[in-house]
Every structure is written in structure tokens, then in C-alpha cells.
């Protein structure tokens, strides 16, 4: 009876498991989607995000140009970031 209870147990536990990791995901993804009209003209994948694959998706070199930190700011360290 033990072994029987004590595998119930493990079996609830990695459902329950299982549930919230794919929950986690679905909520990552959700965040993922752009639904700005900007963005009308670029090529999704199934789960939302950008299709790489075609240079309307591709950034251009002009908005990863400029280097942050992890606060946001901009880094003075690089030429483009470095004020005139």
C-alpha cells in the first residue's frame, strides 16, 4: 500500500510540474508578439516572433548600432554613443 501511495504521489507531483513549466512558456511567448502597425510588413514564425529568414524581419545596423548599459543608458565608451 505504501509503494502504491508513494508512487500516486510522484505521479501528482510531476504533473503538477509539468503544467507550470508549459504555462511559464506560453506567458514568455505571449510577450514575444509585436502587434505594432509598424510592423505589418515583417514575417512571423508560428510562435510570434520575427522570421529572420527575410531582410524585412532583419534589424538594421543603425538601431544595434548603439551599445547600452544595463541600466539603459547609453555607453560613452563607443565613438557613436560619444556626444559632439
Known amino acids: 500500500m ?3 501511495l508513494s508512487a500516486l504521489m510522484a ?3 510531476f504533473t ?3 503544467f507550470a513549466q508549459s ?12 502587434t505594432a502597425a509598424a510592423d505589418t510588413a515583417k514575417h512571423y514564425k ?5 522570421d529572420k529568414r527575410f531582410n524585412s524581419s532583419k534589424a538594421s545596423p543603425t538601431t ?3 551599445h ?7 555607453d560613452k565608451r563607443f565613438k557613436e554613443n560619444k556626444s559632439k
Open 2 to 4: 505504501k509503494k502504491i
Open 11 to 13: 505521479l501528482v507531483l
Open 16 to 18: 503538477s510540474v509539468t
Open 23 to 34: 504555462a511559464t512558456k506560453t506567458a514568455a511567448k505571449a510577450k514575444t508578439k509585436v
Open 46 to 50: 508560428k510562435d510570434g516572433t520575427l
Open 64 to 66: 544595434t548600432a548603439k
Open 68 to 74: 547600452l548599459k544595463k541600466d539603459g543608458t547609453l
